[in-house]
């Protein structure tokens, strides 16, 4: 399986990756499309949920007139559980598909993971464009979060296991900003429909959906498997092909055999220490070590699942699937539709940020002082939305609001999703992401679940107003000593030098540490190997692809 493929490791740290182009750099940085996905059919649903002709055709209310009642306005609603439901059901759905996911990807391959779930996003698409009642459109969603599980927690595998080191954090950072811009055109298209007064209000959204399936499952037909994908296999002459592609080398090339022979040495080495015996070995391997260590895979695991919940702990999401039913409570905005379009914006405008200042300072640094900014803004934002409700007071509530959301931007956005594809060894790197995905989905889940009860008095709730920000605010407190005690600096590493950081350093040190050996060197790779030489690499490749 390793076919002629001759390897030559080196023992210089500066030599472990091939040099790159601006090809190979567009090439990582399309498979980011997909974040479109996760924004788009997140950002929609809050738009749709505030359309008259929608809550008129889903409730069986006539739609008020200019002289309607205080009382038959706020009775004009989409009821609170079945509220919940619509926006909590996608999120159910993309924790199990998350979570399936990790599985597919080490027997399938990422890239075909990623199409499969373009294909059953899609399915979900039309059936939510074909609802006009409760039943389908619930299916529907659920249909599609199985597919947006898939693309969410593969493609951060995907876009980690094929960008270069330098910019690896950037390119996984568009990730995030594709997001943005998903969450932004879904706020174009909803404020575009919301006065239609046919179906075409709450449909043209829904089917825009299935335009980003179809473009990123094209794209990725065009786009290699990952090259780590074929070592955890024993195909090392794909392995080496894909990565002759991914760095725009001629075939042979010296830089693609020692950065191979180091992905192959890292491995060796990992499944030296952690062999997989089996199915639900394979599983129980992410869980295995002291929770003291934090090399431990059972730390990684924690380091990565916890990340994400706190990640939707910041409340970033009440603003996105929520904020223009809150912004229409606040009594004094006018046209709460341009608001929700305005955060959107300041969103997509302030990511693109992230991807030179998390090279630049790095993951840890920007994520301490990002739970920072968030927590006196989110705290900002509670005391003056209790102490004063007059329109210059909203006003600035909404500005802090901004402020808020360009710190959540331009940190924990786009870093939550870098660490997790960096933090995990390649034998169950996979699974390890798609748990941390799946938990970001649990309680992105859990969290679209409770919201309308502590926003609304409808359906037996409470409504807190703008009392909500204390709740993200002290959350956001608990992500700053999260972050300030728990993550690791990753930054200008491969993935395999990511490995050894973690096994020489804790997170408050990890920043301090710099590459002094290759994993070739350590297992004795660093000679040229003869295709004989490297069958013991195969078989336990073989192994691992079995389980």
């Known amino acids: 399986m390793g076919g002629g493929v001759v390897l030559q490791g080196t023992a210089d740290t500066d030599r472990v990756e091939a040099p790159v182009t601006w090809k190979s750099y567009m090439m990582c940085a399309f498979a980011a499309f997909g974040g479109i996905f996760f924004g788009f059919d997140s950002g929609y649903i809050s738009g749709v949920l505030a359309m008259d002709y929608f809550i008129s055709l889903f409730t069986g209310l006539p739609i008020p007139g200019p002289g309607a009642s205080k009382a038959v306005q706020n009775a004009f609603v989409i009821p609170t559980p079945h509220k919940s439901l619509i926006v909590s059901i996608l999120s159910a759905g993309t924790f199990f598909g998350a979570i399936l996911a990790g599985d597919l990807a080490d027997w399938f391959g990422r890239r075909t993971t990623v199409v499969l779930g373009c294909i059953v996003y899609g399915i979900g698409c039309i059936l939510q464009t074909a609802s006009t009642g409760l039943g389908l459109l619930v299916a529907g969603r659920l249909i599609a979060g199985f597919g947006v599980g898939f693309v ?37 298209v909803d404020y575009a429909t919301e006065n239609r007064t046919d179906s075409g209000s709450y449909r043209i959204p829904m089917a825009l959906q299935l335009l980003w399936a179809l473009i990123l499952a094209g794209g990725l037909l065009w786009l290699p498997e990952s090259p780590r994908y074929f070592v955890m296999k024993g195909h090392l002459d794909k392995a080496a092909q894909v990565l002759e592609r991914l760095r725009d080398q001629p075939p042979g090339s010296e830089l693609v055999r020692a950065e191979l022979t180091e992905i192959i040495a890292n491995h060796e080495y990992e499944m030296s220490v952690i062999p997989q015996s089996g199915y639900f070995s394979s599983w129980a391997n992410c869980f295995r070590g002291s929770l003291l260590n934090p090399a431990s895979n059972l730390r990684r695991t924690i380091l990565g699942t916890s990340l994400q919940m706190m990640q939707q702990w910041t409340g970033i999401n009440f603003i996105f699937y929520f904020g223009t039913t809150f912004f229409m409570q606040l009594g004094t905005i006018s046209n709460p539709f341009l608001i929700s379009l305005i955060t959107t914006l300041v969103n997509v405008c302030s990511t693109p940020i992230s991807f030179w200042i998390i090279e630049r300072f790095g993951r840890r640094t920007i994520m301490i002082w990002g739970a920072l900014g968030m927590v006196l803004c989110e705290f900002i934002v509670a005391i003056i939305g209790v102490t004063d409700s007059a329109k210059p007071a909203i006003s600035a509530m909404i500005a802090f609001i901004c402020i808020y959301i360009f710190f959540f931007a331009t940190t924990w956005g786009p870093g939550a999703w870098v660490v997790i594809g960096e933090v995990f060894p390649l034998p169950i790197r996979s699974r390890g992401v798609a748990l941390s995905t799946a938990s970001n989905w649990l309680w992105n889940c859990i969290i679209t679940i409770i919201t309308p009860y502590i926003t609304s008095t409808a359906g037996g709730g409470v409504d807190l107003g703008p009392k909500i920000f204390f709740l993200w605010g002290s959350l956001c407190l608990l992500c700053l000593i999260y972050a300030y005690f728990l993550i690791p600096e990753t930054k200008g590493l491969t993935l395999e030098q990511v490995d050894r950081m973690l096994e020489e350093t804790t997170p408050m040190t990890s920043a301090k540490w710099v590459p002094h050996s290759t994993y070739a060197a350590e297992m004795g790779m660093t000679e040229k190997a003869t295709p004989h030489g490297i069958e013991h690499v195969e078989s336990g490749k073989d192994t691992d692809s079995s389980v």
Do not use: D, H, N, W
């Not at 330098?166 to 950072?173: D, F, K, L, Q, T």
């Open 152 to 188: 969410s927690a593969i493609i951060i595998l995907y876009m980690s296991e094929i960008a270069p080191k330098g910019v690896r954090g950037a390119i996984v950072s568009g990730y995030q900003f594709a997001i943005t811009i998903g969450l932004l055109l879904a706020s174009c």
